[in-house]
């Protein structure tokens, strides 16, 4: 049996060599195993007799789970090998065996073997597969007592080797790959197998929904086609959507992936103006609530009526199915804060204009400027930038979205967000989730979830007041767990930094501090100095920049003059370290002070802007700022240099602003 797909929609290329990890190995072990487990199955591969050909090619389906065995394969040209060979091969088991070799490479390697595979002409051998599948379905529908039964199970075999290396190549290639998939017309073959009426067996059921779940993203041409279709497919769609799943042993896989199918359609429709309310998201997040439930359910184990095969079937199955549904969860949210007129913010990032400072007039000019140092006579501070100011940094402005603006069908969207799927993914953010993969896809929805809920709601709506109770409980139960845990896992540490930003947003920084007891990180509350840990270990600016963005809101809260002072300090290192700080992050730091000590009100202004001479080191970095923002592109990054270009010529404003501000 061919190895599970794990779906997953990145079409960039991740390595360039393929074989580096061979060239690494001990030279010593590396020709012990090649001489023990390779090159004898190599050589079996071709030999006369069929037993050991189908022996040999499900040895390369087992050795491929192995890093250091698949690389020594690939060493040894395995896919020219069974491509040429054993595609051919006038036994039907062997070519059944050589699609899960080939399948399971994909599913391993990703990216390198898929790609060339294709190139490779693998597409030509597949429809040849597809056509001899379809006919012999055709006639097991037909006349079922014409196939015997060891016929009918190398039939499902290969239909779920063929269909498993489609799914990789389009999820893990590039666009070219998946259209030249497209055009091999295997829509209808692929609705076909997740039909009743072809009685397919429940894994064939569901990776080709998986299948059909990832060709038609971003496709409008085959959604368009699909909605279209009245009278079958999307009657079809819509019928294994609805159908009743009430325990892991139901068809969950095959419906979780149907409902992204789905969401697929209603999101094209939605950009093309065709919106079918049968198709509409909401329908599809209560179908994926009790999809959810179903699968967080504790694991199935062999009763009597569940074979032991079957229940690790159905449980490895119900752990896909629970990351899948997160997936579409997520996905849904994204289109939700798209909806709403750009004012979301996506996967972290802080809703543009309406909660930052902004210290440049309307007219002003944000270009390359002229290399003036920071006026140091007492011009008088313009009277609109105290304005703009006194805007940001009022309690009681709000997100200028009011529940009108959201519309009556967000608005019950974000309801059921707040109230239903929340407390369904909190305990999946817990280190003791089914896999680490479903914890991340869970910090990733309430990550959209709480960015959505922070910028979109009235901060004087019950609504908002509810998830501000659901806060306290993320940032208590969730954020500060994996902040002690220390963890090494690059997306779940990217996961809960954008999750954290927004969560510190909704308390102005005055989050729940563990271990705080009087309003100052007695006995814990480490929180902030987690996120400097956490900057320091990043690989990528992303996960920087939402670290200084979370940094930035748990500085504001006052009664924490310790903590201010050592995330001032911290984002006046980061300018003074210029340009060896990333732009982005740098960026991001600039905007995190503008907001932090605009008033002189503020109970540590004094104490820390004032008496560590902030406003000096500030002066200072003026030229490596400036020198920062022209180093950014702005073909290639518009959005960053824009930001940089303000951001430069704010912190100037600033420092006039704050020489001024005491006298």
């Known amino acids: 049996m061919g190895k599970t797909n794990r779906v997953r929609v990145n079409r960039e290329k991740r390595k360039a060599d393929p074989l580096g990890g061979v060239r690494n190995l001990d030279i010593g072990q590396n020709n012990a195993i090649r001489d023990g487990k390779i090159l004898p199955v190599v050589k079996n591969i071709t030999s006369v007799n069929a037993n050991e050909r189908v022996e040999a090619l499900s040895a390369v389906a087992n050795l491929v789970e192995d890093e250091t065995c698949r690389k020594l394969l690939l060493k040894e040209r395995i896919v020219p090998t069974l491509m040429e060979q054993s595609l051919n091969d006038s036994s039907s088991e062997v070519v059944v065996r050589a699609w899960g070799a080939l399948r399971n490479l994909a599913v391993e390697e990703g990216y390198d073997v898929c790609l060339h595979m294709y190139r490779k002409d693998i597409l030509t051998p597949i429809a040849a597969s597809i056509a001899k599948i379809q006919q012999t379905i055709r006639s097991l529908m037909t006349d079922p007592s014409s196939i015997d039964n060891a016929t009918k199970k190398l039939l499902w075999i290969y239909a779920e080797n063929v269909v498993g290396l489609l799914t990789s190549l389009s999820s893990e290639t590039t666009e070219e790959v998946v259209t030249a998939v497209i055009n091999l017309n295997i829509f209808p073959f692929l609705m076909g197998l997740i039909s009743p009426e072809c009685n397919a067996p429940r894994q064939i059921q569901s990776i080709a929904a998986q299948a059909l779940n990832v060709l038609t993203e971003d496709q409008d041409e085959l959604v368009k086609s699909i909605a279209e279709s009245e009278e079958v497919f999307a009657p079809l769609l819509l019928g294994l959507r609805d159908t009743p799943v009430s325990t892991p042993a139901d068809p969950l896989l095959r419906t979780v992936a149907v409902c992204g199918i789905i969401h697929n359609i209603a999101s094209i429709l939605k950009v093309s103006g065709s919106v079918n309310d049968v198709f509409s998201d909401s329908i599809t997040l209560s179908r994926l609530t009790t999809l959810i439930e179903v699968a967080t359910k504790a694991s199935l184990t062999s009763n009597g009526s569940v074979s032991s095969s079957d229940a690790s079937l159905i449980e490895s199955e119900r752990k896909e199915a629970l990351q899948c549904a997160l997936e579409i969860v997520a996905s849904i949210t994204t289109s939700l804060q798209e909806d709403i007129d750009g004012e979301i913010p996506l996967n972290g990032e802080p809703a543009e204009p ?117 806060a306290a409980q993320i940032w208590t139960g969730v954020i500060s767990p994996i902040l002690r845990s220390n963890t090494a896992n690059v997306e779940l540490a990217d996961a809960v930094a954008g999750l954290a930003w927004a969560i510190a947003k909704v308390f102005s920084g005055n989050v729940p501090f563990s271990g705080n007891t009087d309003g100052e990180t007695v006995g814990g509350g480490a929180e902030h100095k987690g996120f400097m840990s956490l900057y320091n270990a990043a690989s990528t600016d992303d996960l920087r920049t939402k ?117």
Request: contains cysteine.
């Open 354 to 470: 309406n909660g930052d400072p902004d210290f440049l007039d309307e007219d002003s000019d944000a270009e390359d400027g002229d290399d003036e140092e920071v006026a140091e006579d007492d011009d008088a501070v313009d009277a609109a930038m105290l304005d703009d100011i006194e805007m940001v940094t009022s309690e009681d402005h709000e997100p200028s979205l009011g529940p009108s603006d959201l519309g009556s069908s967000a608005e019950e969207t974000v309801t059921h967000l707040i109230h239903t799927i929340i407390p369904l993914l909190l305990p999946l953010c817990q280190p003791n989730a089914p896999t680490a993969e479903i914890q991340a896809r869970a910090l990733n929805c309430l990550n959209n979830i709480s960015w959505i809920s922070t910028t979109s709601l009235p901060h004087s709506s019950s609504l908002y007041i509810d998830f501000q109770k659901q």
């Open 547 to 663: 670290c200084v963005g979370v940094l930035g809101c748990l500085g504001l809260a006052e009664g924490r003059i310790d903590v201010n002072k050592e995330i001032g300090v911290f984002l006046i290192t980061l300018l003074a370290s210029l340009p060896n700080t990333p732009a982005d992050p740098a960026v991001e730091a600039l905007n995190a002070i503008f907001d932090l000590y605009a008033d002189k009100e503020f109970d540590y202004d004094e104490p820390v802007f004032v008496r560590h001479g902030f406003l000096e080191h500030l002066k200072a970095v003026v030229p490596k700022v400036r020198a920062m923002a022209k180093t950014v592109d702005k073909r290639k990054f518009p959005a960053l240099r824009l930001r940089a270009d303000e951001a430069s010529e704010n912190l100037k404003r600033f420092i006039e602003y704050k020489k001024k501000e005491r006298k």
